[in-house]
């Protein structure tokens, strides 16, 4: 009877599955940064579905945005206040009407890169 080798997969192996949309794949990067925060060390875990890249990648992203001038100080200001309340802007509520409008937009550019590289299906 052949011996089996135990080999483990390596991220690149593991099947991924892209982000519904910019936003689900902001929250993830803010979640991912919290962590960071607090020291959590991320290993790969078999049998789990991977994301088709690292939190660095998104903020990449958005920081390249910022750099090209696509968005402004602005937007990321509202991703980092809302991301880190865990909820996107209320448009219905009078003074969130500003950020949501701000919200949308960066999330559009947002979108439109992270499709590109494939992060968002």
């Not at 049998?47 to 001038?69: E, H, N, Q, T």
């Amino acid at each position: 009877m052949p011996r089996f080798r135990f080999v483990p997969r390596t991220s690149s192996q593991a099947p991924t599955a892209p982000f519904v949309d910019a936003e689900q794949a902001w929250f993830w990067f803010i979640r991912c940064q919290r962590a960071r925060d607090d020291g959590v060390r991320f290993e790969d875990v078999l049998g789990r579905m991977a994301r088709p890249c690292d939190p660095d990648d998104i903020y990449r992203a958005a920081v390249g945005l910022k750099r090209r001038g696509r968005i402004g100080g602005e937007h990321l200001n509202v991703l980092a206040t809302f991301g880190l309340c865990g909820r996107p802007p209320d448009r219905r509520c009078p003074d969130e009407e500003r950020p949501a409008l701000l919200w949308d937009e960066a999330l559009d550019s947002l979108t439109t890169v992270l499709k590109a590289k494939g992060i968002v299906g």
